[in-house]
């Protein structure tokens, strides 16, 4: 027993020695910086981790790789395959899986419109659990992002391993969502290795631990426990986001119509005709949660016409969405959206904008719209082929969509791009079989949206529009929207 004893206290020096030895590594090629650094959350940071450049450096990228492994052997975690959260974790988890022989797959940020348009890359069999992988945890949100892309495939997610944990949150927000962190190195070890070999002055070591004990970024809903109590990974539905804080009137308004109606069903009624407009307003209204309007291509357009929508709307219980798609600085479009042939403020309960003009833009909406309860979705993805709406734009879209909650209420994109439940996600070209037409329109069908890309409504156009039975087609996408939406449930 003494022998054993002795052994494990000399594996633990000599783990610890190798991570001591990283640490420092990590200094020296400044995967670790100190100074002054703002962050994407606007805050000023004396410490900044950018672990990309260990991509430059092999023999590192295969250390960092061994000592994850080793770390999630050790912890005893049980896992079939591994994903590495993208992007910088994606090279330590390929290490990893070639090394020891795992399955391996390769988590998108956003679906691509073409090929086979999948979130997650590689062979899927669901039921089996999935280990992530992650260079750096703050709050936890890249984490529970990519878990919940692979349990939208069926994968469980029960444990991630981190090289380095910042201390702020991450562990414990982690935890209550059922999700154990597993961390090769936190903060304070780094800060404590680095002060003892001169790296840094004491003054610096005080200075980040202030930074991180006044920005933790998670607070325990059981404040009477030092550990928040574990919980199954879930989803809420349409009605309990409803009546979370913080939700903007439209967005709870549109969640209890939707669970009310057991509809997430929006008709894009992409219509030149008047009369016919306010026929299929009048006959598909019971079915749908919102209609989507273009009425700047309505060839008799009449301001008499948004009254009658508006009595329709009451009359069938559904939001009214002019797909305006603004996109002019702020003095413009507040004009736009007020005045003109189409005064759409006055009747419209939904618009949207694009981000590419600057903050200014939301603004200029939001001093018409606020006063009247109208909401705002910015278009953060789009269903054409080739759109340049995605990668770094759709994260800055998320970020003025979080600074301007008091107007915006959620998106129009191909997939769920925050994970904020007080935003909604609203996915266009939807049909009931995947595909496209010749002017670059791309679809999806409503369960890949709904289920596996965690949207929360269909647009749906010419898939109803185009059928011999309108009625019917719109049945059959209510049907099939509700049922993806009850199984994305069942499974979180």
């Avoid at 007020?338 to 618009?351: A, F, R, V």
């Avoid at 981000?355 to 603004?363: C, D, I």
């Amino acid at each position: 027993l003494l022998l054993l004893l002795l052994l494990l206290l000399l594996l633990y020096a000599f783990e610890m020695e190798n991570l001591n030895e990283l640490i420092l590594k990590l200094h020296e090629i400044q995967a670790v910086k100190f100074g002054k650094f703002q962050l994407k959350s606007g805050l000023s940071s004396p410490i900044y981790f950018d672990l990309r450049v260990v991509v430059s450096y092999p023999s590192i990228m295969n250390q960092v790789s061994s000592l994850l492994y080793r770390g999630a052997k050790e912890a005893e975690v049980k896992f079939n395959c591994v994903c590495g959260v993208p992007y910088t974790a994606l090279p330590l988890a390929t290490v990893l899986c070639s090394t020891h022989d795992i399955p391996m797959l390769i988590r998108r940020k956003e679906a691509k419109d073409y090929g086979t348009k999948r979130l997650v890359e590689g062979v899927l069999n669901p039921g089996e659990t999935c280990l992530i992988i992650e260079d750096v945890v703050t709050s936890g949100g890249s984490v529970l992002e990519t878990a919940e892309v692979l349990q939208r495939e069926g994968l469980k997610v029960t444990d991630a391993i981190v090289l380095m944990d910042r201390e702020q949150g991450g562990k414990a927000r982690l935890a209550q969502e059922g999700i154990r962190l597993h961390s090769l190195c936190s903060i304070s070890n780094l800060l404590e290795v680095l002060h003892k070999h001169g790296r840094i002055d004491a003054e610096m070591v005080q200075s980040v631990n202030t930074f991180i004990r006044e920005n933790n970024t998670f607070t325990s809903s059981n404040e009477n426990s030092a550990v928040p109590a574990k919980k199954k990974c879930e989803d809420l539905s349409y009605g309990a986001r409803a009546e979370l804080p913080g939700v903007h009137p439209m967005a709870a308004r549109l969640l209890k119509l939707m669970e009310k109606k057991k509809s997430n069903l929006c008709l894009s009624a992409d219509m030149t005709d008047s009369k016919e407009l306010l026929q299929v307003a009048d006959a598909l209204g019971p079915l749908i949660c919102v209609l989507k309007t273009h009425v700047d291509i309505l060839q008799d357009f009449q301001p008499d016409l948004v009254k009658a929508l508006t009595a329709l709307a009451d009359k069938h219980d559904f939001l009214l969405f002019e797909d305006r798609k603004f996109a002019d600085i702020g003095n413009t479009v507040k004009h736009q959206y007020e005045g003109g042939l189409y005064q759409i403020s006055s009747w419209s309960h939904i618009t949207n904008a694009h981000a590419v003009p600057g903050p200014g833009v939301v603004k200029g909406l939001s001093e018409v719209g606020r006063p009247l309860n109208r909401g705002c979705l910015l278009i953060a993805q789009m269903s054409s082929q080739g759109s340049l709406a995605r990668g770094e734009y759709t994260e800055t879209v998320v970020k003025m969509a979080e600074e301007h909650s008091d107007f915006v209420f959620g998106f129009i994109s191909g997939s769920k791009i925050s994970t904020k439940r007080q935003f909604l996600h609203m996915t266009p070209g939807v049909q009931m079989h995947s595909g496209g037409d010749a002017l670059g329109q791309q679809y999806v069908s409503p369960e890949d949206v709904i289920y596996k890309k965690g949207s929360d409504i269909i647009i749906v156009g010419r898939g109803i529009l185009t059928s011999p039975d309108r009625v019917k087609a719109a049945e059959d996408y209510k049907t099939a929207g509700w049922e993806a939406y009850l199984k994305r449930l069942s499974v979180l």
